[in-house]
């Protein structure tokens, strides 16, 4: 009797672990959807009007070469090919880049939240401290094992999951 009790507790608690993901990962994505504030738009214009150094209305790539986006992407962000950004210009590339950091860290965290998900579920993994970061696609597994078998079952369950691009198995042998 207790062999069901703790599967149906251990059942339970996958639940909600999933439950709490799901709900993170949509309110993280509702977030990322909605439109630029009021604010926002006041702090691109702050940040053009700090840039336009000759009051010209328009930036050059010498009054952006210090914002790294503009320094690197300055022609597509001139999108009326004029060699200057206009404040529309300027903040509809920034808020496009923006939103894609956003968009590309709330798959980042999907990805992580549904590894974890799916270490825990395994019965040879889910007892075991295993940290799971994930940047751009790139899963990182770290912690220590107590076998080379959890290594590499670890790294196919990371490898499995819908989204990931490539796992950096760090995982590593406890010393007994």
């Given at each position: 009797m207790?062999?069901?009790?703790?599967?149906?507790?251990?059942?339970?608690?996958?639940?909600?672990l999933?439950?709490?993901?799901a709900?993170?990962?949509?309110?993280?994505?509702?977030?990322?959807?909605?439109?630029?504030s009021?604010?926002?738009?006041?702090?691109?214009?702050?940040?053009?009007?700090?840039?336009?150094?000759?009051?010209?209305s328009t930036?050059?790539?010498a009054?952006?070469?210090?914002?790294k986006?503009?320094?690197?992407?300055?022609?597509?962000?001139?999108?009326?090919?004029?060699?200057?950004?206009?404040?529309?210009?300027?903040?509809?590339?920034?808020?496009?880049?923006?939103?894609?950091?956003?968009?590309?860290?709330?798959?980042?965290?999907?990805?992580?939240?549904?590894?974890?998900?799916?270490?825990?579920?395994?019965?040879?993994?889910?007892?075991?401290?295993?940290?799971?970061?994930?940047?751009?696609?790139?899963?990182?597994?770290?912690?220590f094992?107590e076998?080379?078998?959890?290594?590499?079952?670890?790294?196919?369950?990371?490898?499995?999951?819908?989204?990931?691009?490539?796992?950096?198995?760090?995982?590593?042998?406890?010393?007994?």
């Open positions: 207790k062999n069901k009790s703790q599967n149906n507790h251990s059942h339970f608690k996958s639940t909600l999933a439950m709490a993901l709900s993170a990962a949509l309110s993280t994505q509702a977030f990322a959807a909605e439109d630029l009021d604010a926002k738009q006041s702090a691109y214009t702050t940040s053009f009007k700090a840039l336009d150094v000759d009051n010209s930036l050059t790539k009054e952006v070469k210090e914002e986006l503009f320094a690197k992407h300055f022609a597509a962000a001139d999108t009326d090919k004029d060699g200057t950004l206009d404040e529309q210009e300027y903040t509809n590339y920034k808020s496009q880049s923006e939103q894609k950091a956003v968009k590309r860290v709330v798959k980042d965290s999907v990805i992580t939240s549904k590894v974890k998900g799916s270490l825990l579920k395994d019965e040879g993994l889910k007892s075991l401290k295993v940290s799971v970061k994930t940047n751009h696609g790139v899963v990182l597994l770290s912690g094992v076998t080379e078998d959890q290594i590499k079952q670890a790294g196919k369950i990371a490898s499995e999951i819908e989204g990931v691009k490539s796992v950096e198995n760090s995982l590593l042998l406890k010393k007994e």
